[in-house]
């Protein structure tokens, strides 16, 4: 029977050992044990902060994380899933006043309490807790056997406008090793293969980086920063709030009606209030476009309302034109200026 992949969700896949390997995205996964499940629960004291490869790795990390700390406010909210001891969460403490919570379902968690506000011992799935503006997981995502239903949750914990910063191995985790055989490890992640599970999952990545280091046996790994990915319908709302913001929340006339227009401002067409389209070139005029007549531009009939420039490539001639025609600047928005950022 043929299993898609839980990545991409393709179904050309070919078994190798005890795993299987997708042919689309390069995904590997394999079944869980249950030995395994229970060995990581009973785990206890699992790093040694005294140990420069503790410190590497932490190192590694804070400098992922420091330079977000600007954006953070007392009134933060940060999810660590797989806290293990809570040290990553103490350092960031140290850095910047926050609420710091932890998901750990080792015996781990008993140090973890000691340095974070709450520590969970159950699955993300099994929390209820208000919205976090941060959720965090390091080398978690790679022991779970439905990643997809996981990032679900992490989703469901994560606040409208939060962020996830989220690292695995990159396919073994090491240069040398061709597999990753650690019983508890049930994915090994390709770059495509963890980009298609987050857009599947509804995120939408905004950093990626690899080389990352968790260990001298795991010194390959992808770090991806990510937020929920915003629908359609809500991209657009806000295009529209910006066109309106942009022209002075004023009806106003359209000027260029080329392949800028189609592609900017066609989409949006019938819920903005434009009151004409207008184009310099005679051929357009009289002709029909979305519905509405193209026209030419009345210094008498127009002489009130603001104009949209609206080509990117042919900006320059348009202002030229407009001007020629006493049109003033504080009367004409660019396209650019809509979109710009």
Known sequence: MTTACPCCGGIETEAAGAWSRCRGCGHRWRLPGEAATVSYQRLIARNDTTSPDFRRKLRDRLDTLEPLLPAVSTTCRVLEVGCAEGHLGEALKALCPMVYDGIEISR????????????????????????????????????????????SEWQRLLASGGRMVLEV?????????????HPEHLHQFTLPSLLCLL???GFAAEAISGGHYESAVYPDNIRVTAHRRESAESRQDRLVARFNEKMGNRPFLVYGVGGDFRNYVLPVLDRLPV????????????????GRVIGQYNPTRHRNAPILACSIRFQASILESLRKQGVPDDRIVTLEEIYGY
């Open 169 to 181: 191995p990159h396919e073994s985790g090491h240069p040398l090793l061709a597999s990753d055989e």
């Open 199 to 201: 857009q599947r999952a």
């Open 275 to 290: 009151l004409e389209l207008l184009d310099s070139s005679a051929e357009k005029w009289g002709t029909h476009c979305a």
């Open 108 to 151: 781990d968690a008993e140090a973890a309490a000691t340095h974070l506000d709450t520590v969970y011992r159950q699955p993300a799935a099994e929390v209820q807790a208000p919205a976090y503006d941060w959720l965090l997981a390091f080398h978690v995502l790679e022991h779970i056997a439905d990643p997809a239903a996981e990032l």
